[in-house]
């Protein structure tokens, strides 16, 4: 008898689970909601297409939202990307999968394209973090493995998915540049923590408190 190739997935990644996902969702929510309102927020309103009197709703600017909130490990197409065949074969993937992990969230930031949480990747998962995926997307920068990873929350219209991980790289990015970065705000409650912006519509809250959401590694056949 003739077995069946092995499917790849549309991607690799972390799955969060149905709770966690409705409490992520919801402290984004108040995340928008909240930088919305800040003073420093409101009179830097133009990156986002808008006047500074005027009036932006955050939440509807990012209109869509992915269906399953999950960090992307490595994204397959299929098999039509190259390295994806090797990455589902290594063992330390194989081991991984259909396991459970906690990710830790350090940050949430937003940008006029995106808005993600930062993932703070342990040494474990680290294991099966492509080691070239920081450099697929800014080829002629250097980072800490991991940097990239993340979650996306939401997308203004017309935006891919895969443009939340290129905004937290360009944040960091100038994080890296050695210059100051003064705090503009402060949030409360479930988001506390303080405000930074860095240029051309990018904010980034950093969490008081680390948010760790339960997750299972699996892949994604749509
Ligand atoms: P992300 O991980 O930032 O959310 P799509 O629905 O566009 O096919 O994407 C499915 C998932 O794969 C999304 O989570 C998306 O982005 C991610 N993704 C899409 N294209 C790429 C890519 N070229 N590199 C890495 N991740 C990608």
């Not at 709770?19 to 409101?42: C, M, P, V, W």
């Not at 935006?159 to 949030?187: A, F, H, M």
């Not at 912006?197 to 760790?212: D, F, P």
């Amino acid at each position: 008898p003739t077995l069946e190739k092995e499917l790849l997935p549309l991607y690799f990644g972390w799955f969060l689970a149905k709770r966690d996902q409705d409490y992520l969702r919801k402290t984004s929510h108040e995340f928008l909601e909240q930088l919305g309102n800040i003073k420093a927020f409101k009179k830097r309103l133009q990156p986002y297409g808008c006047e500074e009197k005027q009036k932006l709703d955050l939440l509807k600017y990012f209109a869509k939202s992915p269906n399953i909130l999950h960090c992307t490990t490595k994204f397959c197409d299929y098999g039509k990307v190259l390295g994806s065949e090797e990455y589902a074969q290594q063992e330390a993937v194989k081991k991984a999968y259909s396991r459970g992990y906690t990710l830790h969230i350090s940050a949430l930031f937003a940008t006029p394209r995106t808005v993600g949480a930062q993932v703070e990747l342990t040494s474990d998962q680290l294991l099966i973090w492509p080691p070239d995926a920081e450099k697929e997307v800014m080829p002629k920068d250097t980072f800490p493995r991991g940097s990239r990873a993340h979650i996306t929350l939401g997308t203004a219209a017309d935006v891919q998915d895969v443009q939340t991980g290129i905004d937290l790289l360009e944040i960091v990015k100038l994080q890296q540049s050695g210059r100051e970065w003064e705090s503009l705000g402060e949030l409360a409650g479930p988001v506390a923590g303080k405000v930074s912006y860095y240029e051309n519509g990018m904010w980034m809250l950093n969490l008081a408190r680390k948010i760790e959401v339960k997750s299972i590694f699996s892949g994604y056949y749509g």
